[in-house]
T-cell receptor, first 114, second 117 residues
Framework: AQKITQTQPGMFVQEKEAVTLDCTYD???????LFWYKQPSSGEMIFLIY??????QNATEGRYSLNFQKARKSANLVISASQLGDSAMYFC???????????FGSGTKLNVKP | GAVVSQHPSWVICKSGTSVKIECRSL??????MFWYRQFPKQSLMLMAT?????????EQGVEKDKFLINHASLTLSTLTVTSAHPEDSSFYIC?????????????FGPGTRLTVL
């Protein structure tokens, strides 16, 4: 069964606007971690933001925020004030607690238009 | 922050040859490292968990005899693609858990692009 689902293969956003990238997850474990990574064309994986399953508040890191809806098992990434440099692939990931494994979604290709 | 390096960054080889990819944690020790494979425009697929001083744990469907993993020290894991074929052409990425980080996130290497002719 798919543990992480990203339903948006590609997204376009106008520069300076906000964009939401969707992510849903599936786990029966009460303790888990959710991550978002950015992968530019160079291939490197850049950590953006983290949300723990027990965190009461939504995580924020600069222009990135995570809309965590635990009951719906969703962890959407919100990028505010999009910049041209935000154009990249974005992956949602979940960490399995016992073995430290990461499971990745299929990714969303974000294109920021000038 | 924690840095993970990979070498080489890209490699082209002939079909039937073996290729070794190194993954190093530069400023921290990693008893566990992970190897992923990423095909173009696809997600990262976990191949195996590399354990220092013991055998690697392979994900279902990954041939352990084809993808040899050795984790000889606390800072180095190697992935050897044996008898490579064109279908093995892919982007290979390693990662190591950041045990000292607040989130215990994975620190990723820059990746190795393998092309088998």
């Amino acid at each position: 069964a798919q543990k992480i689902t990203q339903t948006q293969p590609g997204m376009f956003v106008q520069e300076k606007e906000a964009v939401t990238l969707d992510c849903t997850y599936d786990t029966s474990d009460p303790s888990y971690g959710l991550f978002w990574y950015k992968q530019p064309s160079s291939g490197e994986m850049i950590f953006l933001i983290y949300q723990g399953s027990y965190d009461q508040q939504n995580a924020t890191e600069g222009r990135y925020s995570l809309n965590f809806q635990k009951a719906r098992k969703s962890a959407n990434l919100v990028i505010s004030a999009s910049q041209l440099g935000d154009s990249a692939m974005y992956f949602c990931a979940m960490r399995e607690p016992n073995f430290n494994k990461f499971y990745f979604g299929s990714g969303t290709k974000l294109n920021v238009k000038p | 922050g924690a840095v993970v390096s990979q070498h080489p960054s890209w490699v082209i080889c002939k079909s039937g040859t073996s290729v070794k990819i190194e993954c190093r944690s530069l400023d921290f020790q990693a008893t566990t490292m992970f190897w992923y494979r990423q095909f173009p425009k696809q997600s990262l697929m976990l191949m195996a968990t590399s354990n220092e001083g013991s055998k690697a744990t392979y994900e279902q469907g990954v041939e352990k005899d084809k993808f040899l993993i050795n984790h000889a020290s606390l800072t180095l894991s190697t992935l050897t693609v044996t008898s490579a074929h064109p279908e093995d052409s892919s982007f290979y990425i390693c990662s190591a858990p950041g045990e000292l980080s607040s989130y215990n996130e994975q620190f990723f290497g820059p990746g190795t692009r393998l092309t088998v002719l």
